[in-house]
């Protein structure tokens, strides 16, 4: 069963950091593309970021490209989001997560993806 726990969240000021984490487990970490959504009240999720099995290649919404980073530890089974110089409009819950077919390149389509973190509540006051 695969399992994606995420941390990091919490209160911070416009113009702050915070660092994301989702912690995997249920199957080969490193085989699988990972991604971030994010999801506001009152709006649908929304993708903000991914990432490949490998590393290599980053993918991000206009939204935050240039602010946040994604990137991943495939020996801690963990994935990461860098949250710079972050927004109000940046406020929602942030989910990782994971496709069920392996060796593939994440997509910005939440129905991709099959496994789903509980979510961390990011709220940037201005």
């Known amino acids: 069963q695969v399992q994606l726990v995420e941390s990091g969240g919490g209160l911070v000021q416009a113009g702050g950091s915070l660092r994301l984490s989702c912690a995997a487990s249920g199957r080969t970490f490193s085989s699988y593309a990972m991604g971030w959504f994010r999801q506001a009240p009152g709006k649908e999720r929304e993708f903000v970021a991914g990432v490949s099995w490998s590393g290599i290649n980053t993918y991000y919404a206009d939204s935050v490209k240039g602010r946040f980073t994604i990137s991943r530890d495939n020996a801690k089974n963990t994935l990461y989001l860098q949250m710079n110089s972050l927004k109000p409009e940046d406020t929602a819950v942030y989910y990782c997560?994971?496709?069920?077919?392996?060796?593939?390149?994440?997509?910005?389509?939440?129905?991709?993806?099959?496994?789903w973190g509980q979510g961390t509540q990011v709220t940037v006051s201005s």
């Open positions: 997560a994971a496709p069920k077919q392996a060796y593939g390149q994440p997509t910005s389509l939440p129905t991709s993806y099959a496994y």
